[in-house]
């Protein structure tokens, strides 16, 4: 079992057998705990059993989180009189913490926050680092606040009863923090290994503790990202997030390449290992959605699209503290070219 | 000119011909100026032109600090293409700046905010410390974040042409933090006096500087504020903020004296300085409606409404470091009584 503590205010466990300590903070206090409804009758409800929580639901999929689903949530917890003193707890993926850490945000202005994992996706990633969020018909993640659980437990028991999909969804995240910050990742990689979901949940709280709002250091996260969004937007959230952030890298290695800052030799490294992943276009793909797509991207200044960029593996570009580069549409051509060619190559 | 500091971040200046200072804040970078609809055509327009900000506005009142409304403004933000570079400059009363603030706070996780109060009422109490809010069919401010704005700008010539009216909404903030916080207040009160409102805007930085999210000390803000906005709620905001906050704070210094607390000379010095207020309860009133309104005020804790008291003019009880105290129905009621029957003696 490990601990880690995330300023300014997240204790962070992961390990097994950690339903205890989990007991003791809820012990003597209202919570709700909003679980994935995949979860629902599952781990979801014996774990609200054994802490005494009122348990809601939301259901699975990254279209859930929406503005609609959001005041659905708030007004549950007004029908059922919670106040300031009521506990949230979020179970499930990134979607479910995303989710339900705004609503927690929001409702008389913050309410206590426990964020239980139980992807691991949302276990080296999502979790981390205050950020909430909903989707909004211009973008992914547009909408949201930054606000700190109190608790994170991370479960490594649950992980090793995820599908394949899942753990594809959660490498992804781990393979990118190898690209920008920790090339050891990278070498060493072994996904069932705990100490490489370590290292990435590391790399991440160095990361967002440096930089926690985002002005600078922090954006190098958003790697493989830009185009991972707009994609994800264009297949209407059919594409899961680790396929499109899996698809979004090896195209924003290419345009490293393409700037001139990456070499050619490990561009095709990075190609070579993500190409364990499907890295297919979504059916709904066509260039002028994806570049319509981009538009809402929140790195956007003065009408530009904003990239991050590697000049190798395990680092990304500081471009003077921006940590991320204007891209023209020319710029960007030959990169969407060979994006396209490479769902037809295959 | 007075400057103050608000920690963390936000920097009040306080006086007359401040366009200067603003035009040098705004400049080379794009701004949103959103305004009270009562001041689009006049003030705001002089002003978004001096800026060169773009200038949207809400309709007045404080039915308009809503869901829907929020929306609206969202979406108007997105159509305009604002991205994370953009300024949101909020120009009203509290109903503009807690809206504006709210909407600033979860555009892409927060936009830069500057506050341009216009009431007395903004001026030394809803632009100070923070809170961002919208309504609910639950309650009044049921929803929103803690937020800090770059900037607070209040113009003292802006002051001058309130309508009576706005001039009693401010006051009522005034005088009680003259009863909570600072007797010199009370005592010297000449709401004429620019000194005035600077010591009122002294004490809310010191209180919300002490406590920035409202978990001990801060509360006392809220005193007359616990009936006040039931009273908002039940007459479905046709009741100003300012009346609804005079009648609460003589009503919440009768119970602080029927809870034992207060001296009845004190109260008695309470009820003749509110007496200029018309402290009529609302058309739509009846006890039943104003006991379900408390039902969701933020303050409550399992299931019990909570009151801040004070035990004489200028403090407020603070209860072992609540700064509240339960109440029952059977306390509150001889309270309810004497209000009910304030608006038939008068």
Request: glycine content about 6%; hydrophobic content about 40%.
């Given at each position: 079992?490990?601990?880690?503590l995330i300023?300014?205010?997240?204790?962070?466990?992961?390990?097994r057998?950690?339903?205890?300590?989990?007991?003791e903070i809820?012990s003597?206090?209202r919570?709700?705990?909003i679980a994935d409804?995949a979860?629902?009758?599952t781990?979801a409800?014996?774990?609200a059993k054994a802490?005494?929580?009122?348990?809601?639901?939301i259901?699975?999929?990254?279209?859930?989180?929406n503005e609609?689903?959001?005041?659905?949530?708030?007004?549950?917890?007004?029908?059922?009189?919670?106040d300031?003193?009521t506990l949230?707890?979020?179970c499930?993926?990134g979607?479910t913490?995303d989710?339900?850490?705004?609503?927690?945000s929001?409702y008389m202005?913050?309410l206590?926050?426990?964020?239980?994992p139980t992807t691991?996706?949302?276990?080296?990633?999502?979790?981390i680092?205050?950020?909430?969020a909903i989707?909004t018909?211009y973008?992914?993640?547009l909408i949201g606040?930054?606000?700190?659980?109190?608790?994170i437990f991370?479960?490594?028991?649950?992980?090793k009863?995820?599908p394949?999909?899942?753990w594809?969804?959660?490498?992804?995240e781990?393979?990118k923090?190898?690209?920008i910050y920790?090339p050891?990742i990278w070498?060493?990689?072994n996904?069932q290994?705990p100490?490489?979901?370590f290292?990435a949940?590391?790399?991440?709280?160095?990361?967002?503790t440096q930089d926690?709002?985002?002005q600078?250091i922090?954006?190098i996260l958003?790697?493989g990202?830009?185009?991972?969004?707009a994609l994800?937007l264009v297949?209407d959230?059919e594409?899961s997030?680790?396929?499109?952030?899996?698809l979004?890298?090896?195209a924003?290695?290419h345009l490293?390449m393409?700037?001139?800052y990456?070499?050619q030799e490990d561009f095709?490294q990075?190609?070579?290992?993500?190409?364990?992943?499907?890295?297919e276009?979504?059916?709904?793909?066509?260039r002028?959605?994806?570049?319509?797509?981009?538009?809402?991207d929140k790195?956007?200044?003065?009408?530009?699209?904003?990239f991050?960029?590697?000049?190798?593996i395990g680092?990304a570009?500081a471009?003077?503290?921006?940590y991320?580069q204007?891209v023209?549409?020319a710029?960007l051509?030959?990169?969407l070219n060979?994006?396209?060619?490479?769902?037809?190559?295959?």
């Amino acid at each position: 079992m490990k601990k880690i503590l995330i300023p300014p205010s997240t204790e962070y466990t992961i390990g097994r057998d950690l339903l205890k300590q989990l007991q003791e903070i809820c012990s003597g206090q209202r919570a709700i705990l909003i679980a994935d409804a995949a979860i629902k009758e599952t781990y979801a409800a014996d774990l609200a059993k054994a802490i005494d929580a009122e348990l809601l639901s939301i259901p699975s999929g990254e279209r859930t989180k929406n503005e609609e689903m959001k005041q659905n949530l708030l007004s549950q917890l007004f029908q059922l009189g919670c106040d300031k003193e009521t506990l949230i707890i979020a179970c499930g993926g990134g979607v479910t913490t995303d989710l339900v850490g705004f609503v927690a945000s929001v409702y008389m202005r913050g309410l206590s926050l426990i964020l239980i994992p139980t992807t691991l996706l949302a276990v080296v990633d999502a979790s981390i680092g205050g950020k909430t969020a909903i989707n909004t018909r211009y973008g992914k993640n547009l909408i949201g606040t930054f606000y700190h659980p109190k608790h994170i437990f991370a479960d490594l028991n649950v992980l090793k009863t995820l599908p394949e999909k899942e753990w594809f969804n959660g490498l992804a995240e781990i393979l990118k923090m190898g690209l920008i910050y920790k090339p050891a990742i990278w070498e060493s990689f072994n996904f069932q290994d705990p100490e490489c979901i370590f290292q990435a949940i590391e790399g991440k709280v160095e990361i967002v503790t440096q930089d926690p709002t985002e002005q600078s250091i922090r954006r190098i996260l958003n790697f493989g990202h830009t185009l991972g969004h707009a994609l994800e937007l264009v297949s209407d959230y059919e594409m899961s997030h680790g396929e499109a952030v899996a698809l979004g890298c090896a195209a924003e290695a290419h345009l490293s390449m393409q700037m001139g800052y990456l070499s050619q030799e490990d561009f095709e490294q990075v190609v070579r290992r993500f190409s364990q992943f499907s890295l297919e276009l979504p059916k709904k793909y066509t260039r002028s959605k994806l570049l319509s797509a981009l538009l809402h991207d929140k790195k956007k200044a003065r009408s530009q699209t904003r990239f991050v960029l590697i000049d190798k593996i395990g680092h990304a570009l500081a471009f003077e503290g921006a940590y991320c580069q204007a891209v023209t549409h020319a710029q960007l051509e030959p990169t969407l070219n060979w994006m396209e060619e490479w769902k037809s190559g295959r």
